[in-house]
């Protein structure tokens, strides 16, 4: 039997995909060595239009655009600047009402792009690009530690992580934000609250990651500045020790990137926004040759789940629990719910805990 | 092969989580159920191809069975060779795989923009954006985001930024508004001139058919333009039937056949695949018809959920994708309240404990309740979800006063969904749908227990007769027969009286039901919930009495009536808990009520002590 998969990795070759919002300009070659703030590509997007009616201001519901028509689309227009006009007896001019330019003419009309967007896309990790994705973005890839996680806010940030707290189930203390905490990313334990959060907002702290987030936290008003990642869920959830041990040993005091997203909840609003998943990673500097086979997200292994595999808990009280698997009974067993299922045997810290199939995940 | 012919069927159903398969066959000339198999469906990571699951599932068939279905390529053998080799005919239905994203544009809301959303409903389609020239669109979005009256660029900038498959455009009756039509044609032509042609999304014409040429001449260039007949050509009359042929086609081809696997899998069938949700609208419909009985049907998924009803002539179905209970669970917490599923609860929990709890199972949609508390929070998501999904369509029957008297008073409530045909106990099945569905006077209750009922509708398309005689036979579980009176009274005051008598010129009665003295009237006190054991097969004479402001649906309070019911495996269910419910404000003794009904139904509340 297969299950499916979550990355938790201290030490695998990394992929990662980078992809523009919309259609600009790539500024890297493939091959390239590229640093986790390195703007890699860039787009400019409109923010804002005026519908400009052409045919009404020169009183010809049926105008002909081509006889009219003064500027072409891709025209730079200025503020009052003539952009069609209907000669003859009764000459009129339709003029722009502010500086834009002209992004598309209709039958009878005009629409003038007012503002710009520039869009700038970060390479998020170190290392080489691999492939371009033309007009888009690149695939980089490089090795380190990858961490999948659960929910989060705020968007991407890098920065150097700190621990602030002993284990996994601490509550990160606002006394510990000082100014020794600018621009790191702190590693809290169980959750954070919104005191904390402005704290660190202040503190000018880039990120924070905890095991759970409350869901209050992500409609602040206003919006906090810090990104925050929760590798195990909402709630009040502590982190997992084996999570909690890759950063607390492994990246300790490494720059580390993370991405504090909820693709589940960015999906529902009917406005087009990216899915990547929340995640931590963290690359050298430094080129190494990866013998270890490529890991990318939405990559999972195909392997039977055998005892000693690694799984991951996502429900109930030992939600975000990571354990092996001790073994896997041939017969359904029923649950205090009630239901009749499949289940495995999980040991975590010496207790051994019936799950069922259903309720894990493979931690690659 | 033609339907002399077809003798056994193999059917599949591929769902979001789960994938099942059926083996019909005639025995003793009648078709039966003769095995079922089910497992999880494989359309994702890790494995990335849905014939997996189909072809374990007919795996699980084949060994109960000691058949040989499946050829070594895994496809089914058919025709049938022999007695133990293959099938005549396979047939497979599908509500994997994500919904269509729609934008509406429209001009007013309560008119074609009504009409349009209507007709949408009908297939997987999550409502995104609904633009109007009038107010907002609540009502019909779901909480989806609403832009009416706005200006030109507002609109401009929704479509652009908008995530979206396909954008319907409707307005005007045929002969009617001309002017608006033409001008919102034209913000869409704005729209999507400055969107990438990668991004462009397929736009649906079906509005006034006067100004088709001018609409066509505005949005043609797109090059994903397509039109059909108006969706409302006049006031009075909707026109579904071109939109939903439209949508269904759309939501195959950029939906179900990019899963992985799911190309190779409809090559194994001659037969069309069918949408779970039409498959489901065909059995009710037949269950209404035929049987002469005014049916609701609910389908509880976890992507969407299906509410199907037929009274008399008139059937409406109406599929939610945002209403699923795991894949679509984060919608369906966009679009209802916390404090409504909060409601169901019988213990403490705060509403933000229950947010961050349905949040952490929207992002595992696939895991299973463990203790006691995960499902009754599974059932109050279950009852919200079919709600939501029942509010709207009695909304629907409410503009036509005759049927719309009828909205509840069904004969028969149909129940089909993973969550609710795998309950522990069947009394839970009862209670989920004596809350959501309401159902008031006398109504028998079925459960999906074969998971058959979303196969019925593609098995009728190859042989009716199979269908049928499965329905009767094999796919249902008769939880049993209710008695709801309509109102509501003083607590513990008497809401009516029953009078049950065996009827024993048929059947044996059973010892349960022996045990029971009915010979004695009943007091039934309102608010409560009793139940009276009457097993499957045995039939009973009830004579009820309501009291003066209880109505059993025979056209006034107060007025008596003497029925024939038939039990099940719950028995008599006597719900004067009056219509529509009402629960209490209070926690403590809303809690006292819900764990009393419970335990009125044989559910014993045994808190596990869980913290959430």
Aim: proline residues 6%; negative net charge.
């Amino acid at each position: 039997m297969q299950l499916p998969g979550i990355i938790i990795n201290s030490d695998r070759k990394i992929v990662i995909t980078r992809r523009l919002p919309a259609s600009g300009e790539v500024l890297v070659k493939r091959g390239q060595q590229v640093e986790a703030l390195d703007v890699i590509a860039r787009t400019e997007q409109p923010s804002r239009y005026r519908v400009i009616d052409v045919a009404r201001q020169l009183a010809r519901p049926n105008i002909d655009m081509d006889r009219v028509m003064l500027k072409a689309e891709g025209d730079t227009v200025k503020a009052n600047e003539a952009i069609a006009i209907r000669g003859g007896f009764l000459r009129r001019i339709v003029r722009a009402p502010v500086e834009g330019h002209i992004a598309a003419i209709g039958s009878g009309w005009v629409l003038l792009e007012t503002e710009r967007t520039t869009v700038e896309l970060q390479a998020f990790i170190n290392g080489t690009v691999t492939r371009i994705i033309p007009e888009r973005g690149a695939i980089i890839e490089s090795s380190g530690a990858m961490i999948q996680a659960a929910c989060g806010f705020g968007g991407e940030a890098y920065g150097s992580l700190k621990r602030l707290v002993d284990r996994p189930s601490d509550l990160l203390p606002p006394e510990t934000i000082g100014e020794n905490v600018k621009n790191t990313i702190l590693l809290g334990g169980r959750t954070v609250d919104e005191e904390t959060l402005r704290l660190a907002e202040e503190a000018q702290v880039r990120g924070i990651i905890v095991g759970s987030i409350d869901a209050s936290l992500l409609n602040l008003d206003p919006p906090v500045r810090v990104r925050v990642v929760a590798t195990e869920g909402f709630g009040d959830l502590p982190m997992s020790p084996y999570t909690f041990g890759i950063l607390a040993t492994t990246l300790g005091g490494k720059e580390i990137a993370i991405r504090g997203v909820t693709p589940i909840l960015s999906s529902t609003t009917g406005k087009r926004t990216p899915t990547d998943p929340p995640i931590i990673v963290s690359t050298s500097r430094r080129r190494r040759s990866g013998r270890t086979a490529a890991l990318s997200l939405g990559d999972t292994s195909r392997e039977e789940i055998r005892p000693g595999h690694r799984v991951r808990i996502l429900r109930g009280e030992l939600l975000g629990a990571s354990g092996v698997v001790d073994s896997i009974p041939s017969e359904p067993q029923r649950l205090e719910a009630g239901l009749l299922v499949p289940i495995a045997k999980i040991k975590i810290d010496n207790v051994v805990y019936d799950i069922p199939w259903a309720n894990l995940e493979q931690v690659n | 092969m033609t339907e002399a012919t077809i003798n056994s069927i193999l059917a599949v159903e591929c769902g979001t989580v789960s994938t099942s398969a059926a083996l019909i066959e005639m025995v003793d000339d009648e078709f039966r159920l003769t095995a079922t198999g089910e497992t999880g469906s494989t359309y994702d990571s890790p494995w990335q191809d849905i014939t997996i699951g189909v072809v374990a599932a007919v795996r699980q068939i084949e060994k109960a069975t000691n058949r040989i279905l499946l050829a070594p390529g895994g496809w089914p053998f058919t025709p049938q060779s022999n007695k133990r080799q293959g099938v005549d005919a396979f047939v497979i239905v599908s509500s994997a795989g994500k919904p269509l994203q729609m934008t509406l544009i429209g001009l007013m809301q309560d008119i074609s923009l009504a009409s349009a959303h209507r007709a949408a409903a009908t297939t997987y389609t999550a409502t995104g954006n609904v633009i109007s020239l009038d107010a907002a669109l609540d009502s019909l979005s779901g909480g989806a985001s609403t832009n009416g009256a706005h200006s030109a660029e507002t609109r401009i900038q929704t479509l652009q930024q908008g995530q979206h498959d396909v954008i319907l455009l409707v307005g005007g009756t045929d002969g009617g508004a001309e002017r608006p039509v033409i001008e919102m044609a034209n913000i869409l032509s704005m729209a999507m001139r400055v969107l990438p042609e990668a991004d462009r999304p397929v736009i649906i014409y079906a509005g006034n058919s006067h100004v088709r040429e001018q609409v066509s001449d505005i949005l043609d260039w797109t090059g994903t333009f397509k039109t059909v007949d108006n969706v409302c050509p006049v006031l009075d009359r909707e026109n579904p039937v071109p939109i939903q042929t439209e949508l269904e086609s759309l939501y195959f081809q950029q939906k179900m056949f990019p899963l992985p696997g799911f190309e190779k899998l409809s090559n194994w069938s001659r037969y069309s695949v069918l949408p779970a949700g039409k498959s489901f609208k065909k059995l009710i419909a037949y269950l209404g018809q035929h049987h002469n009985l005014n049916v609701i049907g609910v389908n509880l998924g976890s992507g969407s959920t299906v509410v199907s009803t037929q009274v008399g002539d008139q059937h409406s179905t109406l599929i939610r994708s945002d209403a699923g209970i795991g894949h679509s669970l984060a919608a369906l917490l966009r679009a209802v309240p916390i404090d409504k599923f909060h409601r169901w609860l019988p213990w403490s929990i705060t509403p933000a404990e229950l947010h961050n709890y349905l949040l952490n199972k929207s992002l595992h949609p696939t895991t299973l309740p463990v203790t006691y508390e995960d499902l009754m929070i599974e059932y109050a998501v279950a009852r919200e979800a079919i709600r939501l999904v029942r509010d709207q369509i009695q909304a629907r029957w409410s503009s036509q006063p005759a049927i719309g008297q009828q909205f509840g008073q069904w004969n028969l409530v149909v129940a089909a969904g993973r969550i609710l045909t795998r309950a522990p106990h069947p009394a839970h099945v009862a209670m989920v749908l004596l809350d959501a569905v309401e159902p008031w006077g006398i109504t028998s209750l079925a459960l999906d227990i074969s998971s058959t009922a979303n196969m019925l509708g593609a098995i009728a398309a190859v042989q009716p007769v199979a269908a049928v005689q499965l329905a009767i036979r094999d796919s249902f579980l008769n939880l049993g027969t209710v008695i709801a009176p309509k109102g509501h009274g003083i607590y513990g005051q008497t809401a009516l009286k029953i009078k049950v008598r065996l009827q024993n010129d048929e059947f044996d009665i059973s010892p349960e039901a022996e045990e029971n003295d009915f010979s004695e009237e009943i007091d039934i006190p309102y608010g409560s919930i009793k139940v009276l054991p009457l097993p499957s097969g045995q039939k009973a004479t009830v004579e009820m009495r309501p009291t003066r402001y209880f109505d059993i649906g025979l056209g006034q309070p107060g007025r008596g009536a003497v029925a024939d019911v038939e039990g099940g495996i719950l028995g008599i269910i006597i719900d004067a808990r009056g219509r529509p419910l009402r629960l209490p404000a209070r926690d403590e003794q809303r809690h006292e009520l819900l764990g009393q009904w419970l335990s009125n139904l044989d559910i014993t509340y045994a808190a596990s002590g869980n913290n959430y």
